[in-house]
């Protein structure tokens, strides 16, 4: 009797408290029907083990009290799919904002790269489940309280995105003009072809940095394989693995390069001829501020456009 | 899952639970046009070929009596108090709605089963 008396007090730990009196009265009726049932058939008292074989047999306190309660989820399947949509689409985009401040901070940072690695780590976790935490909570007063949930159910087909919109494939015209513009840049990068850009004046003239030459033939052959992946891209559109294999290899090639040349930290040196030795210094810290905007701007652009193409990637491969 | 793999036994059981646990609350309704307690309740239902789990019995007759389908009163019987419970005027009336859709779900399936 005294572990009936013990898991019905466990039980109404866990109840409402204003109907716990009354549920436990029902409860403890229920069990020593039982009881007796059972002593009826073997003809004598239960032990203390058949006791404790007939509470497991009934359930955990906290199942059979959860059974009682008003809300027995905490995100129904109403709204189940919205909170799924906004887990991923927020988690993404807050998974990416820490992986991109951490390619810059790699990109800028001296030294060990073993407390960035800790770091990142860190910060990816915690932004994640707290992401995680705050959404579920959010949806968690929703299926409770309701209210923003007819937003949900009141939506327009015109509402919905285009057809396909993240997998698009790029039209013939958009790939043959890549190829064209990889031609170019390929042929000039080897000294085949001349483009008037300006580099000299009657003042100063401008050096590209020793890192420029460094990575010759890494550039090169980053700008040959885009060539190809475009070619494909353009003629052979099927070739989709190839295709794929490609892009991501260029794309994390690319940004091994951009980070390289980031912090080479020196990319154009500006050499006076008539002009001043203060005001060519100057000149020097504006163009190399200047470049250091563009390189980051440049891999910032890289990144987005590598996890597009991997996305597009990922998407073709499932179809 | 792939076309023409067999149908797992639990899966089986699942699809079992879940087209039960619907009719359960028209077997609870019907067999208590007559009042009874819990256990007398549970008895009947097992003895009608409807077996149901305590746990999710004695939830339901509470979630039914707070929807005015059900009373209930406290009354001594056999030297303990019991909990007996008999459908209100509002259960008698929600209960040969249901019934009305279930011979009406029982027929489509027939129907659409080509047993009929």
Redesign the interface.
């Known amino acids: 009797m005294d572990l009936l008396e013990r898991y019905l007090n466990a039980v109404r730990r866990n109840l409402p408290a204003r109907d716990a009196d009354d549920i436990v009265a029902e409860l403890r009726d229920v069990l020593l029907e039982r009881a007796e049932a059972q002593e009826e058939a073997r003809g004598r008292p239960l032990g203390e083990d058949e006791w404790e074989k007939l509470l497991v047999d009934f359930g955990h306190p906290l199942v059979v009290a959860a059974r009682y309660r008003r809300n027995q989820w905490l995100i129904g399947p109403e709204i189940y799919p919205f909170y799924l949509y906004f887990l991923k689409l927020i988690g993404g985009i807050v998974a990416f904002g820490v992986t991109a401040a951490a390619v810059v901070q790699a990109a800028i940072h001296e030294g060990q790269p073993g407390p960035l690695i800790v770091g990142y780590m860190g910060s990816l976790w915690w932004s994640v489940a707290g992401t995680i935490g705050s959404i579920t909570i959010v949806f968690a007063l929703i299926e409770r309280y309701g209210g923003v949930d007819k937003h949900f159910r009141t939506w327009r087909p015109a509402q919905l995105p285009e057809i396909d919109l993240p997998g698009k494939e790029p039209g013939r015209w958009e790939s043959g003009i890549e190829v064209a513009l990889g031609l170019a840049l390929l042929l000039w990068w080897a000294g085949a072809v001349h483009f008037p850009i300006p580099m000299q004046s009657d003042q100063f003239r401008l050096e590209g940095a020793p890192i420029w030459m460094a990575l010759y033939w890494p550039i090169l052959a980053l700008i040959a394989a885009r060539l190809i992946h475009n070619l494909i891209q353009w003629l052979r559109p099927e070739w989709r693995w190839l295709r794929g294999l490609l892009g991501i290899a260029t794309a994390v090639g690319g940004l091994i390069l951009i980070v390289l040349i980031y912090r080479a930290g020196h990319w154009m040196t500006v050499v006076p001829i008539t002009m001043p030795a203060d005001q060519a210094a100057e000149l020097q810290k504006s163009v190399q501020l200047g470049l250091r905007i563009g390189i980051i701007a440049v891999a910032a652009v890289w990144a987005c456009q590598s996890l597009a193409e991997l996305w597009r990637w990922v998407r073709a491969m499932q179809r | 899952m792939k076309h023409g793999m067999p149908v797992e036994d639990d899966l089986f059981e699942k699809l079992r639970v879940e087209l039960r646990r619907g009719s359960l609350v028209l077997a609870v309704l019907g067999a208590l046009r007559v009042e009874r307690y ?2 007398t309740l549970r008895t009947s239902l097992e003895a009608a070929g409807l077996p149901i789990d ?3 019995l ?2 339901l007759l ?1 979630r039914l009596e707070a929807q005015g389908l059900l009373s209930s009163e ?1 009354r001594e019987e056999a030297r ?4 007996f419970y008999r459908l209100t005027d509002d259960g008698v009336r929600v209960l040969g709605e249901l019934l009305g859709e279930w011979n009406a779900i029982s027929e489509s399936i027939l129907r659409l089963t080509g047993d009929k």
């Open positions: 819990g256990y305590e746990g999710a004695y939830p509470r406290w303990r108090n019991k909990r």
